[in-house]
């Protein structure tokens, strides 16, 4: 099984700033099957990224991924204040079929 | 637009049975498969089940398998999930989610609003 690791745990931010979370897996992703996902308290998680580079549908462009193998990274280019939410990254094409990372909070510092 | 609605979460006692529904509208229900993920109150996401888009197959995670059954009624454009043998480690919120393929997991592109169920006698 592969195993996702986020960092951190928590980032602490003022809006305006560029925020990089980090994803890395305890094996090689295959064909770059990473998406990430962003969550705000009392709602569903909504997808930001797939194929660890692709913008799904209606996401700003100052959310970017990046990376392959085991490290995959998440950049917010300059937060807004909407932003501020628990993202996680998850992982697919392996077995079992899809599992997540543990989460990165970006608070408002 | 993807509308998916949860229903039939709960409190029930451990060792009890509750059966999960996701009704889906805003698109075409019988070509995508279907997952269901949950989330432990304060903890992250968990990925449960998934089902092939005729219901073919289906896929478990360890922690639920023998004890949880997904199936969908493609004619109602409804997800199930079945839950037996309830432990306390299953109080969480249930998501449905729609896949963008048919017969594979890949990723969750849309998400219902969850469903708590909670386990404790």
């Known amino acids: 099984e592969i195993v996702l690791t986020q960092s951190p745990g928590t980032l602490s931010l003022s809006p305006g700033e560029r925020a990089t979370l980090s994803c890395r897996a305890s094996q090689s992703v295959s064909s770059s099957y990473l998406a990430w996902y962003q969550q705000k308290p009392g709602q569903a998680p909504r997808l930001l990224i797939y194929?660890?580079?692709s913008r799904a549908t209606g996401i700003p462009d100052r959310f970017s991924g990046s990376g392959s193998g085991t490290d995959f990274t998440l950049t917010i280019s300059r937060l807004e204040p909407e932003d501020f939410a628990v993202y996680y990254c998850q992982q697919y094409g392996s077995s079992p079929p899809a599992t997540f990372g543990g989460g990165t909070k970006v608070e408002i510092k | 637009q993807v509308q998916l609605v949860e229903s039939g979460g709960g409190v029930v006692q451990p060792g009890g049975s509750l059966r999960l529904s996701c009704a889906a509208s805003?698109?075409?229900?019988?070509?995508?498969?279907m997952h269901w993920v949950r989330q432990a109150p304060g903890k992250g996401l968990e990925w449960v089940a998934f089902?092939?888009?005729?219901?073919?197959?289906?896929y478990y995670a360890d922690s639920v398998k023998g004890r949880f059954t997904i199936s969908r009624d493609n004619s109602k454009n409804t997800l199930y999930l079945q839950m037996n043998s309830l432990r306390a480690e299953d109080t969480a919120v249930y998501y449905c989610?729609?896949?963008?393929?048919?017969?594979?997991?890949?990723?969750?592109?849309?998400w219902g609003q969850g469903t708590l169920v909670t386990v404790s006698s």
């Open positions: 805003g698109f075409t229900f019988s070509h995508y498969g």
């Open positions: 194929g660890a580079s």
């Open positions: 989610a729609k896949d963008q393929m048919a017969t594979t997991t890949t990723f969750f592109d849309y």
């Open positions: 089902i092939r888009y005729d219901g073919s197959n289906e």
